[in-house]
């Protein structure tokens, strides 16, 4: 038999609500950064990257983070990720608090349930686009079969089956991010970290990869995605702003990018 829900066991009609919002509220909240710092060492001098940020990201939500060069948004973005731990702090993705994990448990959870995205979109030149997207999971034990089966389901997500025999020389750089937003959630990955992922594309392709990336997010991923780009920012659920290392929430000044909006 199930555990049964806290809600369930409050006392009908008294405060079955008010359990059942928090309860389902938790549930969803597929990213927490908690007060997360990060400082480096540059010689003699600390310089503070990160500084006592919090951030929540929902199930089947796209987040942008923007602010100007040097205030921490990559940093941010590789706490978030598991890349580095933060000085202090905690990071839970999927429900696991990460930053405690011992290494190999790390890259586990990190490969099946984090997907990155970079600016200069690192696919494999010799692979095909269909091994590109696949790699991920084969590496992670998957038989190649259902790898393959997964990358095809993952390339129709984003438009690009017709091109899984292709290999990435002969993409546009649109359609290269457009297979690397792929391989990022094939295998039913949840959590897709994009950094800067238009910032190499014209303003065409740019919107292209954004429908892509926004057809992931009503497939039930989670986004956050960092980018200078206001247009593109423009397309999120919600857009928050950093400076010097800290974060100011944008508020809800756009329309919301899916059903599930935050
Ligand atoms: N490996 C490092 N060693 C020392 N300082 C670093 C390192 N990485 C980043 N920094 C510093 O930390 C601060 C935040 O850098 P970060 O790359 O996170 O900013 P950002 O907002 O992503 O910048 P950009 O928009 O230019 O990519 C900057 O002052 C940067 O110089």
Redesign the pocket.
């Known amino acids: 038999m199930r555990e049964r829900r806290p809600y369930e066991t409050a006392q009908w009609p008294c405060r079955r609500n008010q359990y059942e919002d928090r309860y389902e509220r938790r549930a969803a909240q597929v990213l927490v950064l908690d007060e997360v710092t990060r400082n480096?060492?540059?010689g003699e001098i600390e310089?503070p990257?990160?500084r006592g940020v919090s951030l929540t990201a929902r199930q089947g939500t796209l987040t942008a983070v923007m602010?100007?060069?040097?205030?921490?948004?990559?940093?941010?973005?590789?706490m978030a990720g598991g890349l580095q731990p933060p000085d202090s702090g905690s990071v839970s993705v999927a429900g696991t608090r990460i930053d405690t994990l011992e290494e190999t448990q790390l890259y586990q959870h990190r490969r099946r349930n984090i997907g990155y995205v970079f600016q200069d979109y690192n696919l494999v030149r010799i692979l095909s686009v269909a091994e590109n997207v696949a790699l991920p999971a084969e590496l992670d034990g998957t038989s190649r079969r259902k790898a393959r089966a997964q990358a095809r389901e993952a390339l129709a997500s984003v438009g690009m089956d017709e091109y899984a025999d292709r290999y990435p020389d002969s993409l546009s750089g649109g359609q290269q991010q457009r297979v690397a937003l792929a391989r990022a959630f094939s295998g039913g990955r949840g959590l897709i970290l994009a950094?800067?992922p238009t910032g190499a594309l014209d303003t065409e392709s740019a919107a292209q990869v954004m429908v892509s990336l926004l057809s992931l997010v009503r497939a039930g991923a989670t986004c956050v995605i960092?980018t200078?780009d206001e247009a593109v920012a423009a397309r999120a659920d919600r857009v928050v702003r950093?400076r010097d290392?800290v974060l100011h929430e944008g508020g809800h000044d756009h329309a919301p990018a899916t059903e599930a909006a935050v």
């Open positions: 480096y060492r540059s310089v990257a990160v602010g100007p060069s040097g205030c921490g948004k990559s940093t941010l973005l590789t950094d800067e960092v200078h950093m290392g």
